[in-house]
């Protein structure tokens, strides 16, 4: 805990250097798993031993990351001893009054900025933040950085343990990295808007992955189609896997279905239900995709032909001969 310093004489209140990181999300994400890709500033104008460093991260109002007491130095690598955070959290405007005037900035804060930064800090720590934050609208745009910051900052209230690299979509339960999970306000969702305290916000927000969150969220039910099909195991890629429709004929008037390839009458064995238009690999569920190898001026998937186009524009699968 930070003790009070406004009744301290000058001489005993430390330099305090405010770090606001332009990368909010990868500060946000090293403090928060501890990890050594935390930047602090350096050089011969930047922060010595027994100076104070405060990271903020995010926009305005800016979420206090870190205080850290600068300590032994590696060469241009300083080694803080003590880190505050991210435990509970601290909104960096509601500081003092004036600390808005600092947004997005960095460098040496005046000695009576200084001591009410520091007792701004203590004070918010122990007593909790009084204010709120906008969420930002899940629905329609994306949530504000700072309510990701608060839910990566936060984690440890939420699930007891630190961040780590990989932590498991809130939906799908598989692991993913964290610098691309996506923060889902589940608080809006569920009705729960208006102001809300900080430790609700971050109790509501459930960081999920890219393609949960987008199911998550009104839309069409091509892009949730295209979304559930399965990923091709040859390339990856998602979203964009066609069905493969075998025994249906095709005349001139017929409306063909949308994000499909016909196989057309022969159906091989065994029998590949998708079809990848990003590597041209044709694959049966559960299975492993089978893709054209070699020097060949048209690729073609294996065992099942090539994909024309007709004049209409849509995909039809065309049996080898």
């Known amino acids: 805990m930070l003790p009070n310093v406004s009744s301290l004489p000058a001489w005993l209140v430390p330099s305090v250097y405010l770090n606001w990181s332009e990368d909010w999300l990868g500060e946000a994400d090293a403090i928060a798993s501890r990890s050594?890709?935390?930047?602090?500033?350096?050089?011969?104008?930047g922060p010595q031993r027994g100076d104070v460093v405060v990271t903020v991260v995010g926009s305005e109002p800016g979420i206090v990351a870190a205080v850290e007491l600068m300590?032994?130095?590696?060469?241009?690598?300083?080694?803080?001893?003590?880190?505050?955070?991210?435990?509970?959290?601290?909104?960096w405007d509601d500081l003092f009054n004036g600390a808005a005037a600092y947004a997005r900035s960095s460098g040496w804060l005046p000695q009576?900025?200084?001591?009410?930064?520091?007792?701004?800090?203590?004070h918010q720590y122990k007593?909790?933040?009084?204010?709120?934050?906008?969420?930002?609208?899940?629905?329609?745009?994306e949530l504000s950085p700072n309510l990701h910051v608060l839910r990566l900052l936060g984690h440890k209230q939420v699930s007891g343990t630190d961040l780590r690299r990989e932590e498991r979509c809130a939906s799908c339960e598989r692991f993913v990295d964290v610098m691309?999970?996506?923060?889902?306000?589940?608080?809006?969702h569920t009705g729960q808007t208006g102001e809300r305290p900080l430790a609700e916000l971050i109790?509501?927000?459930f960081l999920v992955c890219g393609p949960c969150h987008a199911l998550l969220h009104p839309h069409a039910v091509l892009s949730q189609?295209?979304?559930?099909?399965?990923?091709?195991?040859?390339?990856?890629?998602?979203?964009?896997t066609k069905r493969i429709v075998w025994g249906q004929g095709i005349h001139d008037n017929m409306k063909l279905e949308p994000d499909v390839v016909y196989g057309g009458f022969d159906t091989p064995v065994?029998?590949?239900?998708?079809?990848?238009?990003?590597?041209?690999?044709?694959?049966s569920s559960g299975a492993v995709a089978q893709r054209a190898l070699g020097d060949m001026p048209d690729a073609v998937p294996v065992g099942v032909g090539a994909v024309g186009t007709p004049a209409n524009g849509e995909d039809l699968w065309t049996p080898e001969v």
């Open 270 to 283: 065994p029998t590949p239900d998708w079809y990848c238009p990003e590597c041209y690999a044709n694959f």
């Open 203 to 205: 109790e509501q927000t």
């Open 71 to 91: 300590g032994a130095s590696q060469g241009e690598d300083w080694v803080s001893d003590e880190v505050f955070g991210p435990d509970k959290p601290v909104v």
């Open 180 to 188: 691309q999970l996506r923060p889902h306000d589940d608080g809006a």
């Open 127 to 141: 007593h909790g933040a009084t204010g709120t934050l906008d969420a930002g609208n899940c629905e329609t745009d």
């Open 36 to 45: 050594h890709e935390h930047r602090l500033p350096g050089g011969a104008d």
């Open 112 to 122: 009576e900025h200084a001591r009410l930064v520091l007792d701004g800090i203590a």
């Open 225 to 240: 189609r295209a979304q559930m099909r399965p990923a091709c195991p040859s390339c990856g890629q998602r979203g964009a």
